[in-house]
DNA sequence: ACCCTGATACTCGACTTCGAGTAATCGAGT
DNA sequence: ACTCGATTACTCGAAGTCGAGTATCAGGGT
């Protein structure tokens, strides 16, 4: 009964079970026609672990397995009433709670003091570029979504998608005229920094001094007794 | 050799590494210090094998194991050359190249439509209220990064964590009044659905004839030679 | 009659992730 | 002198993830 709620592709099939029975391989087909496939990360291996997953758990059953010709068999599933609860509960829980969300974007910018202002410049640089291109092809989708008269409520999420997009665009490209003026907090202990290793110098030795050999900025880097 | 560059762990260790050779707790214990467990998922299990697997692909290397008493032996390891060139590729890469990531909320409103309008709008207003207490506690943290004068270069991705945040609260905002007023394209079919569903009709009856239960917004789920 | 592409439907096993568990030491208080 | 919680330092196995691989069949072209 370890009901961990990590894989969403769990939630998407509660939902399609919820309409009618299937077996694991038209779910796919179901999430990928309607395109949920672009926000729920979907692959075979996963698929039949977590259908697998939640039979054990008692959210779904094994209605029955039918054979055409030597073909694989299909096994259809049902959801159960635990299932039908667990999705409406789950569901709430997604929609009404936030979650600590681990971007690599996010990581990337944790660990940007390893390579020199210069170089970062140029990478965010690629990075809007390609941010515009998809952010172009999102538009032409909610274009074509809106010639075929779909509803947005079956397109909510590529809006939420859009508006991140434009956020992270936005950001990216304040923090580039912030890098290239040098007016971001530490942008000369920043260039020091890879100068100095440039040289040679290890980074023991520069943090043996870093006052010293970075400036003035580099006093908070310091433990806080010595902070005088 | 197989570098899969999934886990971001495994290139906060390489930057660990590459200021000076340590042990994993020291890497784990210098991540924490600098707040960058916020920002790149870290449990001892995780860090273990991402060290060994580093290890394996020849990234790092351990150097001696040191024993004190009879505590657990300690290994310490260094960074290789091709780490260090592992290093700065990967994180380019993480900086110049979008990925796309998959959100929790973005799955949740793919599968919005599995509950009534209502008690979305109520999850949602709920969602806006943590969405604002996580607010003002990120401000708080950046206040007290800036008092103790730490330059910007080592918080931006707190920065980043910010803007996704605040866009996010705009967008839920937004579509909150938009299913309030009813203005969201397909609320009506929405409704209904939830109304026939309760009323005890199923999900095949219903889409058998859409145009007949839901009215005219539901014509584009019609296949496309039936749209007449 | 034959081939070839693409869809159908799943299987397999190598690799990762996770977090609870273990076990020793340090230091602050009583 | 003792004890109790915090810190140090890692281990282990159950569960999950991934995507290439397998095998069958339908339909269109040649």
Known sequence: MARRRSNPLA???????????????EISATLRTRGKEQSIKLNYGSLYSVVE????????????????????ERTVYTITEAG??????????LLSTPTREYTSLEAGLSLVGALPPDEVAQLLDTRIVALRIELGAL????EICAEM???????????????????????????????RKGTLGGSKLWRRTHELRAEGMSFDEIMADPVGHLGEEARALLPREEQS
Chains 1, 2 share one sequence.
């Not at 939630?11 to 391989?25: F, G, I, N, T």
């Open 139 to 142: 538009e032409r989708a909610e």
């Open 149 to 179: 008269k779909l509803p947005e409520l079956f397109s909510i999420e590529s809006q939420y998608r859009h508006a991140l997009l434009t956020a992270e665009l936005d950001f990216v490209q304040d923090l580039l005229t912030r890098i």
């Open 53 to 72: 997953s939640l039979a054990k758990q008692g959210l779904i059953t094994a209605q029955h397995t039918t054979r055409e010709g030597r073909r694989p």
């Open 11 to 25: 939630l998407a099939v509660l939902e399609c079970l919820s309409e009618k029975p299937m077996h694991p391989y």
């Open 84 to 93: 039908q609860a667990e999705l409406e509960d789950w569901l709430s829980e």
